[in-house]
Structure formats: structure tokens, C-alpha cells
């Protein structure tokens, strides 16, 4: 037996899907820093970390829909609909703080996921149908609402613009908010009893109505949420690109269902964690600044990232029926 510890210990470790994850980033910046070593310079980390920092407050939302057994596809749409709707607001209004515009953002986000979750809980319309529905209908209010122009640079506020730049304590702004998300779900996800009533949502919603868990309410907590995070990564977004275009956040729900998948979360729901999301976040920043390194053309820049996203989806799968299996086993013997 104790010859036998230590390899039963790297076994338990490896199926943690955090600890895989950094293993993998490891053995990934290898060939990359021999091809580029500047990629691990200060200003380069820095890069990536300010470009994850938007699809991780996103990621997080979709993170808590997923948890609870659904799904969230009209994300970039939120985004672009709030962020043209604080890029409009800061073009007429300059003098508007980008604070204010922040939570201005955050509330059309949240009435936007509320509508999602009204729908999901009590039109009992399932997630991927609402969703699929709210995808179109938000996008297409963003090109009624900017009549199909654009908002550009130099008709927004130099103060507005500058906010996701500036830094404290040589941390921009847009970092400092990405890790107040990250805590406070964190917190959240872990310590709240909403929190774990969304864990037992997802997990055996029949067993959560016996201990009276009111799934509905969790439903739409998690689609608030989740638009709420949407909105304010609109208004961080517009500021952050200095523009505000109709077509802002295109497909990424993608980005934000691949880092929960990679970070371990279930896709039926029930098992994950936000930390999990954050290096799923962390690993697709990384793959996304690392290829055009490697001299790799745009096209198979995407393909690269859905055969990310395919095979974090078979590990996922895999994972879940030997855990069945497992479980399936202790219960016969």
C-alpha cells in the first residue's frame, strides 16, 4: 500500500480538472516561448490578461445558467445591445461619469436576462429555445436602436475610453473589476444558499423540489445574473474597443460555453467551479494570443479553437460516465 500512495495521489490530482488545466497551460507556453520569448514578457502577460478580462465576467454568468442545467446563447448579443446603448449615452452626454455608464449598462443587461429567465421559469420554454429566440430579437433592437450606425472613437469621451486603461497599484481598471466578479461569485457560488440551491438545480432537480428548493426562482436568478454580467461587459467592451458596432460580440457565447466546458463544468449541470472558469478563460486567452505567434493563418486560428472546444466537450463526456460507472459499481457491491 505504500508503495502505491503516491501514484494514487497524482491519480486524484489529475482529475482535477484545475490542476489539468495548469498542467496543460505549462506544457503549452513551452513551445511558444521557445518559438517567441517575448510571449511571457510582462507587457505581453498583461495583454492577455486585459483581453480574457471581459470574457471571464461573461463566463461567469454562463458559468451559474450551465450550473443549473441550461443555457444562455443570446450573451453577445446583451453585449452588443448595452454597449451601443452606453456608447450612444456617452456620445450625447460626455460629461455622463463611465461609472454611471457602467451601471446603466448593467441595468439594461439585468431587465434583458430577466426577460431570458421570466421565459425559461415560467413560460417553461427550455433555455436553448428562449435563448436562441432573445439572440435575434436583442440584435436586432441594437441595429434599431443605432438605426445601423456606428459609434466611433472620436465621438466618445476621452474619460470613458480611458477607464478600462487606467490603473491602480499598476492594475488597469477593467482587471480590478474582473476580480471583484470573480470573488464576489466565487463567494457566491460556494457560501450562499442560492448558490448551492443552482449546484442541486442542476444536479437532480426532482430531489431539489423535495428539500424546497424553488426552482423557478433559481432559474431566473441565474438568467438575471448572467445578463447583468452581460451589461456590464457591453459598457466595459465599448470602452475598452473605443467603438460601438451592431455586429460587437458575435459568436461570443461560443467563447464563453468553451471556457466553462474547459474549466470542467458539466454541461448537464449540477458540477463545477468559478475558479475552473477563470483558467478555462486563462487557457483560451493564452491559444488565441499564442497561434498568430506560430504564424498560424486566421482561419485556422478558429478551427484550432473548436477542436478546442470538441475535445474539452469528449473529456467532459468521458469523465461523466466513468464517474457513473463508478458510482454504478459501488452501488452493486
Known amino acids: 500500500m505504500p508503495e502505491r500512495a503516491p501514484s494514487s495521489l497524482l491519480k486524484k490530482a489529475l482529475e482535477r480538472r484545475e490542476l489539468t488545466l495548469m498542467l496543460l497551460l ?72 463611465p461609472f454611471v455608464l457602467l451601471l446603466v449598462g448593467m441595468g439594461i443587461g439585468l431587465l434583458m436576462g430577466l426577460f431570458n429567465g421570466v421565459l425559461v421559469a415560467y413560460g417553461k420554454i427550455p433555455p436553448i429555445i428562449t ?29 470613458y475610453i480611458g477607464f478600462p486603461r487606467t490603473t491602480f497599484l499598476g492594475i488597469s481598471y477593467l482587471l480590478w473589476i474582473a ?50 454580467l452581460c451589461g456590464l461587459a457591453g459598457a466595459l467592451w465599448t470602452a475598452r474597443y473605443a467603438s460601438a458596432v451592431n455586429e460587437m460580440a458575435t459568436g461570443f457565447e461560443m467563447q464563453a460555453v468553451a ?34 505567434v506560430v504564424y498560424l493563418s486566421v482561419f485556422w486560428q478558429t478551427f484550432v479553437q473548436g477542436l478546442i472546444i470538441l475535445v474539452a466537450l469528449a473529456l467532459n463526456t468521458l469523465s461523466d460516465q466513468r464517474k457513473s460507472a463508478k458510482l454504478l459499481a459501488q452501488r452493486r457491491g
Open 259 to 292: 471556457a466553462c466546458v474547459l474549466g470542467g463544468v458539466n454541461f448537464s449541470g449540477g458540477a463545477g467551479g468559478i475558479i475552473g472558469v477563470v483558467l478555462g478563460t486563462l487557457f483560451l486567452g493564452v491559444v488565441t494570443n499564442a497561434l498568430p
Open 179 to 228: 476580480f471583484v466578479v470573480i470573488a464576489v461569485f466565487y463567494y457566491f457560488s460556494r457560501f450562499t444558499r442560492t448558490g448551492r440551491e443552482v449546484y442541486a438545480i442542476g444536479g437532480n432537480p426532482t430531489a431539489a423540489k423535495f428539500v424546497g428548493v424553488n426552482e423557478n426562482r433559481v432559474r431566473v436568478v441565474v438568467f438575471l445574473i448572467s445578463g447583468t
Open 131 to 159: 435563448t436562441l429566440g432573445t439572440v435575434n430579437i436583442y440584435r436586432g433592437l441594437t441595429f434599431v436602436l443605432s438605426k445601423g450606425t456606428w459609434v466611433t472613437a472620436h465621438e466618445m469621451s476621452p474619460s
Open 26 to 97: 505549462m506544457v503549452l507556453l513551452v513551445p511558444i516561448t521557445i518559438r517567441s520569448p517575448q510571449f511571457l514578457s510582462g507587457e505581453n502577460i498583461n495583454r492577455i490578461l486585459n483581453d480574457m478580462a471581459i470574457l471571464s465576467i461573461v463566463a461567469i454568468g454562463e458559468f451559474l445558467v450551465i450550473l443549473s442545467n441550461g443555457i444562455d446563447l443570446s450573451v453577445g448579443s446583451i453585449i452588443a445591445f448595452t454597449g451601443m446603448a452606453c456608447g450612444m449615452i456617452n456620445e450625447s452626454y460626455a460629461s455622463v461619469p
